[in-house]
């Protein structure tokens, strides 16, 4: 492996390593890798399965008071070379980071905060996110595989949570609006769980 430039002042390495014709980059970082987790005990089959759990999803990371907009809020994690995602399932809804150093703790944290709390379901992203939404639709209608998945288990599990697309239909998302999403929105006793993991696996500064 050889090196190709050490950023000493932000404890970045980066080494190149030829695998026939083409040429891969590590980044290696020096510092505590660790992901953070907000799991609410909520979810598609809780919400009664129209699709708006994972509307909240979309939304409650599409801006807030502090950070207006998408873009903003990828800014800050990009930056610091961060990354958040969030999911739904039929019984949970979840906010995820990964991040390079736990002096990021704080920041990491204050995000949860501003998604949880101080989301502003601005009426533009709304519109925005739920054309998104009905794009993954349409994905899924193209790929027969999962199309055939939902219609065999709503044969074998009928009303239960195995038969369900998060996601909703265009029909039920249409008619969504902010003050149902604002309804659905989980309040602090619906916190199931929180987590922080760290790892070491990439913790060794880059050689020099």
Same mark, same amino acid.
Request: glycine share 8%.
């Given at each position: 492996?050889?090196?190709?430039?050490?950023?000493?002042?932000?404890?970045?390495?980066?080494?190149?390593?030829?695998?026939?014709?083409?040429?891969?980059? =590590?980044?290696?970082?020096?510092?505590?890798?660790?992901?953070?987790? !907000?799991?609410?005990?909520?979810?598609?089959?809780?919400?009664?399965?129209?699709?708006?759990? =994972?509307?909240?999803?979309?939304?409650?990371?599409?801006?807030?008071?502090?950070?207006?907009?998408?873009?903003?809020?990828?800014?800050?994690?990009?930056?610091?070379?961060?990354?958040?995602?969030?999911?739904?399932?039929?019984?949970?809804?979840?906010?995820?980071?990964?991040?390079?150093?736990?002096?990021?703790?704080?920041?990491?944290?204050?995000?949860?905060?501003?998604?949880?709390? =101080?989301?502003?379901?601005?009426?533009?992203?709304?519109?925005?996110?739920?054309?998104?939404?009905?794009?993954?639709?349409?994905?899924?209608?193209?790929?027969?595989?999962?199309?055939?998945?939902?219609?065999?288990?709503?044969?074998?599990?009928?009303?239960?949570?195995?038969?369900?697309?998060?996601?909703?239909?265009?029909?039920?998302?249409?008619?969504?609006?902010?003050?149902?999403?604002?309804?659905?929105?989980?309040?602090?006793?619906?916190?199931?769980?929180?987590?922080?993991?760290?790892?070491? !696996?990439?913790?060794?500064?880059?050689?020099?």
């Amino acid at each position: 492996m050889k090196i190709l430039k050490n950023f000493p002042n932000v404890g970045v390495g980066v080494q190149t390593d030829r695998v026939g014709k083409i040429d891969l980059l =590590h980044f290696k970082k020096t510092g505590e890798p660790f992901s953070l987790g !907000l799991i609410f005990d909520f979810g598609a089959f809780v919400e009664g399965r129209k699709g708006s759990a =994972h509307f909240l999803e979309h939304m409650l990371i599409s801006g807030t008071e502090k950070y207006k907009t998408k873009k903003e809020l990828a800014d800050e994690f990009d930056k610091r070379g961060c990354y958040k995602n969030a999911w739904t399932g039929p019984y949970s809804l979840a906010l995820t980071q990964d991040n390079n150093d736990l002096e990021d703790l704080d920041f990491s944290l204050g995000m949860l905060d501003q998604f949880v709390f =101080h989301s502003i379901f601005d009426s533009a992203a709304m519109e925005n996110e739920r054309k998104v939404i009905f794009d993954e639709i349409s994905m899924t209608e193209k790929e027969k595989g999962k199309t055939s998945y939902y219609s065999f288990m709503k044969v074998l599990f009928p009303a239960t949570a195995f038969e369900i697309d998060v996601k909703g239909t265009r029909e039920s998302l249409a008619g969504i609006t902010k003050a149902d999403l604002l309804a659905t929105r989980p309040r602090p006793q619906l916190f199931w769980k929180i987590y922080l993991n760290t790892t070491t !696996l990439y913790n060794q500064p880059a050689k020099s």
